[in-house]
């Protein structure tokens, strides 16, 4: 493998990426260094964070800056402040031994004023959000027109979070003749038009995540229903009475909901989402750097460029949607060599998605049983009664209450003194543990579970959904239907048939309601979603139903013909 040396970079870089402890180049940075340093040609990366990947676009592109000119030569393009300030940093200690120049962040949800003082000071590089450059070029305030690269970071990211319109109004401004260099986790059909409309005959490499901690991240998951996701997240904290983690949700709302119950359940948690204002996120950051808070609830955009070490744990209460999202999760415990653990907390039907996860990756998960009440309550007990031991007493601070506190145990013995302290603080988990049943769901347990009694849950309730079969809907389909319109991933769902004209499914009863609201205001395949309880007179767009129904017995009929049957009557 090549050294830095070998790559072509300047001495007062070398010098540089030296001091912050490089000493050989990652695998992306070995691809791509030498070759952004000798030629103009465009660059299309697939690699994550943790890759080394700021370094493999920022140290060559430094090299290029000509830093007697205070003109904007490279545009850095990253989706979130966080992200973008991150780089900032990066660029300005590898520009540590380079004398004029100047790295600018610009981002959202800052003083604007600020910003363009320091572009008006000259900035060679500046790092900015989609939205806030926008602004600052229809404000004349960011010149583009002298460019010599543009880096798009994390471009699905920026793609996924909207920012199509601002790209595409920044890039038409940008000289024609510039490198461009796109790094992206993902290479979704967005990308490769961005790629294809902006870019020249790129040379595209890829690179596997580094921080894929397969040596130092153990990968467990937790079978149950969805609706005691949030009592294994609970009973993981209790486990763990030293946690350190983020809890990963998919969405806004569902981040919110589970930081709140945390909250109100005693534990040190919050939640960090892109709804918080600026300055409340920046809070939020500092007290889960500062350890005031134990548990992170985030959403996987919110938590990017949130570079925190020594996290213990990688909670998916929900799985995402993309392996790579998985990978990058998990990558941000067992950093460091130290040892990390990565939970996935999937229901029954996120089997697949597992083992899609597992192929994809090369990951490879254990089941692992929720741990039990016993199990949590000896385990916090020890974990008190260790603390208790270790406690650092300070004489001197309370020699003054001794004598009065000593008076009051007179009557106890030490085996009592003991108990009543270990009761004083334990009685929380023991209580709420008492009763606490196993819910495990194993395999065996869904399949031995019948058709029938599955349909006999009488907290389901039965919907009919006015599309069907005709509209391409598949049980999977429907389901990202349901979710999508709660917010939510976590709704138990139970019988689902695709009819071709309409479809029927049981949902929670509790969660029956909301989503009959919540799906007013979608489509599929073009198609205003409508939802009613199944067993309801049936409305104008449900005429069909009787007549699908027929035609669907009249076929089973001539099918049966000459054998006695007796039709069962539908459950509605
Ligand atoms: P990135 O993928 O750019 O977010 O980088 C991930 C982490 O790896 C950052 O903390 C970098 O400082 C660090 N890093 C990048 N390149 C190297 C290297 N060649 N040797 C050691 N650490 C590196």
Partial sequence: MQTFKETGLQEEILRAITELGYEKPTPIQAETISHLLETEQDLMALAQTGTGKTAAFGLPTLQKVDPKSKDTQ??????????????????????????????????????????????????????????????????????????????????????????????????????????????????????????????????????????????????????????????????????????????????????KEVASKLMSDGYNADALHGDLSQAQRDEVMRRFRGKQLQLLVATDVAARGLDVNNLTHVINYNLPDQTEYYTHRSGRTGRAGKEGTSIAIIHTRERNKLKDIERKSGIKFEQKPVPTGEEICSNQMYALTDKIVKMEVNDKQIEPFLEDIYHKFEDLSKEEVIKHFVAAEFNRFLNYYKNAKDINVTESKRDKKSVKERRSNSNFTRLFLNVGKKENLTPLRLIGIINNALDSGNVEIGKIEILNNFSFFEIDSAAAERLAKAIKNQTFEGRDLSVEVANAKPSSNRSGYKKEKRNKKDKKRSKNKGRDRRGGRRRS
């Fill in 74 to 255: 490279v545009l850095i393009l990253a989706p979130t402040r966080e992200l973008a300030l991150q780089i900032t940093g990066d660029m300005k200690n590898f520009a540590k031994y380079i004398k004029g120049i100047n790295v600018v962040p610009v981002y959202g949800g800052a003083s604007i004023e600020n910003q363009i003082k320091d572009l008006r000071k000259g900035a060679q590089i500046v790092v900015a959000t989609p939205g806030r450059a926008k602004d600052l070029l229809q404000r004349g305030k960011l010149k583009v027109q002298n460019i010599k690269t543009l880096v798009l970071d994390e471009a699905d990211e920026m793609l996924t979070m909207g920012f199509k319109d601002e790209l595409d109004a920044i890039l038409a401004q940008t000289p024609q003749d510039k490198q461009t260099l796109l790094f992206s986790a993902t290479m979704s059909k967005e990308v490769e038009r961005i790629s294809k409309n902006y870019m020249h005959n790129p040379v595209k490499i890829s690179v596997a995540a580094e921080n894929k901690g397969a040596d130092t991240v153990k990968h467990i998951y937790h079978m149950v229903n969805a609706k005691h996701r949030y009592e294994v997240l609970k009973r993981i904290a209790d486990m763990n009475p030293d946690i350190y983690g983020i809890v990963f949700c998919r969405t806004r709302r569902e981040t």
